[in-house]
T-cell receptor, first 108, second 115 residues
């Protein structure tokens, strides 16, 4: 079935460093949604990408959807301790197909 | 406005027992979905209900069942519990069931432990 692969599984950074997580699929994705799950919390919607090559920004976060709609990335500039959590990409249809997530830890 | 509410927050059961988890969606949301999240993994889709009808089912055994009520709240039932059913069960609601893709709003989940 449809699978969304996400790398890396873990990322440890020093506060102020940048962070990127990548989401890949072997088949064309209809769309991508990104969620953040804080430790002990639930996934919270961040953004949705639909168009080929789409780029969206939210303050220090930049989201991209590949030209072939088979990959996506989330880049955080100058991480802060509040960025700690697991970031998931998911293809959204009637259901969400989640990637495995990238757990981000930030050392102050 | 209240978000998605789930009950109970924690539950401990033994193998072979049955469990019922409950979810109330955001007011006005007619679609409810259930997900299972095992530690260290992404949520896995179990069911989607829209307007009281099942609209999707994930790759879970028949021991898992669900329903949606006229007020759009939902229950997830799991029979003959196995150790592998230990997980965080998440409920999510959205405004629509089909057509326009909308964000899913998740509840805090029910953490189920099987002994």
């Amino acid at each position: 079935g449809q699978q969304v692969m996400q790398i890396p599984q873990y990322q440890h950074v020093q506060e102020g460093e940048d962070f990127t997580t990548y989401c890949n699929s072997s088949t064309t994705l209809s769309n991508i949604q990104w969620y953040k799950q804080r430790p002990g919390g639930h996934p919270v919607f961040l953004i949705q990408l639909v168009k080929s090559g789409e780029v969206k920004k939210q303050k220090r976060l930049t989201f991209q959807f590949g030209e072939a709609k088979k990959n996506s990335s989330l880049h955080i500039t100058a991480t802060q301790t509040t960025d700690v959590g697991t970031y998931f990409c998911a293809e959204a249809g009637g259901k969400l197909i989640f990637g495995q997530g990238t757990e981000l830890s930030v050392k102050p | 406005d209240a978000g998605v509410t789930q009950s109970p927050t924690h539950l401990i059961k033994t193998r072979g027992q049955q469990v019922t988890l409950r979810c109330s969606p955001i007011s006005g949301h007619k679609s409810v979905s259930w997900y299972q999240q095992v530690l260290g993994q992404g949520p896995q889709f179990i069911f989607q209900y829209y307007e009281k009808e099942e609209r999707g089912r994930g790759n879970f055994p028949d021991r898992f069942s669900a329903r949606q009520f006229p007020n759009y709240s939902s229950e997830l039932n799991v029979n003959a519990l196995l150790l592998g059913d230990s997980a965080l069960y998440l409920c999510a609601s959205s405004g629509t069931g089909t057509g326009v893709i909308q964000p899913q709003h998740f509840g805090d989940g029910t953490r189920l432990s099987i002994l």
